[in-house]
């Protein structure tokens, strides 16, 4: 079990939690949604598939 002050042990906050229907996703939502965290690459990699799969990048890992 990991350290309650460990930051990774504290859940997120509602509102930084969005499922898209409010706006439309972003590169860095995508990356978060797959459970790492954003880097330059994950990010570049995040913004083509929003490119070409549009919003079934986030229904495969958002049911």
């Known amino acids: 079990m990991t350290d ?9 906050p509602d509102n ?3 499922t898209g229907a ?3 996703v972003d590169p860095e939502d995508l990356v978060m949604a ?3 965290t954003p880097t330059p690459a994950l990010l570049a ?6 490119e070409e799969q549009g ?8 049911p």
């Open 4 to 12: 309650p002050t460990d930051s990774e042990s504290t859940p997120t």
């Open 22 to 24: 409010e706006h439309p």
């Open 34 to 36: 797959s459970g790492r």
């Open 55 to 62: 919003a079934a990048a986030v229904e495969r890992l958002l």
């Open 45 to 50: 990699k995040a913004k083509k598939d929003l």
């Open 16 to 18: 930084l939690l969005h």
